[in-house]
């Protein structure tokens, strides 16, 4: 049974940083795409990044240049690194993993920037 476990959330002021974790087991992590999602109150989930088994990644325009993800297929973990966060970053980050069309959500981690 796959399982994914997010960690790293926490409070910050606007500007500072954060990185979260997402540790994946059950599978052979290399294999799957891996994306972070935040959902703010009242809104729909969105996609914040994502990053494919080879490497690719991709971001939305709204934290371009801000987010980075990445992973260690060795540690079979994917990262967020979020640095300049603002207020409207605010939300609950959840990780997904992605393969041959099965995709599997973890848990979700509270990350709240203050102005």
């Known amino acids: 049974q796959v399982q994914l476990v997010e960690s790293g959330g926490g409070s910050v002021q606007a500007g500072g940083s954060l990185r979260l974790s997402c540790k994946v087991s059950g599978t052979i992590f290399s294999t799957y795409s891996m994306g972070w999602y935040r959902q703010a109150p009242g809104k729909q989930r969105e996609l914040v990044a994502g990053?494919?088994?080879?490497?690719?990644?991709n971001y939305p325009d709204s934290v371009k240049g801000r987010f980075t993800i990445s992973r260690d297929n060795a540690k079979n973990t994917a990262y967020l690194q979020m640095n300049s966060l603002k207020p409207e970053d605010t939300g609950v980050y959840f990780c997904?993993?992605?393969?041959?069309?099965?995709?599997?959500w973890g848990q979700g981690t509270q990350v709240t920037v203050s102005s």
């Open positions: 990053i494919s088994s080879g490497g690719r990644t």
């Open positions: 997904n993993a992605r393969v041959d069309g099965i995709a599997v």
